[in-house]
């Protein structure tokens, strides 16, 4: 499942991050690696950004990186 598929508060466990070497680096600079734990915490009115939770930093993504983000839902 993708990042972008989760619901407000749902909580899970980054797997894979597939996407291109610069957004992957932007991304593991805000702590976005695999085995790391994000909740999501806000959808904007347009659906087109999410806020995620991860160590503790809040992180806004647009749906289009979140969606190359794997989860799987935390236990």
Same mark, same amino acid.
């Given at each position: ?12 466990? +980054? ?10 680096? /932007? &991304?593991?600079?805000?702590?976005? *690696?695999k085995? #790391? ?12 950004? +999410? ?6 930093s809040?992180?806004?993504? /647009? &749906?289009?990186?979140?969606?190359? *983000?794997?989860? #799987?839902?935390?236990?």
């Amino acid at each position: 499942m993708k990042l972008s598929d989760l619901k407000i508060k749902e909580r899970a466990e +980054i797997i894979d991050v597939n996407c291109d070497k610069i957004l992957k680096n /932007r &991304l593991y600079s805000f702590g976005i *690696i695999k085995g #790391a734990f994000v909740t999501i915490e806000e959808l904007t009115l347009t659906k087109s950004t +999410i806020e995620i939770k991860i160590n503790h930093s809040k992180i806004a993504l /647009r &749906l289009s990186e979140a969606s190359k *983000i794997e989860v #799987a839902y935390a236990k």
